[in-house]
Nanobody, 116 residues
């Protein structure tokens, strides 16, 4: 069965860093582009970053550029999101998503809270 399991979230102080991981199983991971989305309370879900299936290209929302880095390890069926210089406005549930032209899958999300 398809599974996307996020981990690495938690409480961090402003200016701190976290690395999120998303472990995939049940589908051919290397054929899917991977994305991270986030949703803050009272807000709609927004795209954070995307990486192509082979890892050759990445794309970021403007507010994330220079602070967040998406990467993947196809041998481990895992995608990562390195988050640096975190701000309180980064507080949200972060979701991992896999997609190809025919299918998309979503994880359950992991909470990231940036607070002093």
């Amino acid at each position: 069965q398809v599974q996307l399991v996020e981990s690495g979230g938690g409480l961090v102080q402003p200016g701190g860093s976290l690395r999120l991981s998303c472990a995939a199983s049940g589908f051919t991971f290397s054929l899917y582009a991977m994305s991270w989305y986030r949703q803050a309370p009272g807000k709609e879900r927004e795209l954070v970053a995307t990486i192509t299936s082979a890892g050759g290209s990445t794309n970021y929302a403007d507010s994330m550029k220079g602070r967040f880095t998406i990467s993947r390890d196809n041998a481990k069926n895992t995608v990562y999101l390195q988050m640096n210089s975190l701000k309180p406005e980064d507080t949200a549930v972060y979701y991992c998503s896999a997609r190809n032209p025919r299918r998309s899958y979503w994880g359950q999300g992991t909470q990231v809270t940036v607070s002093s």
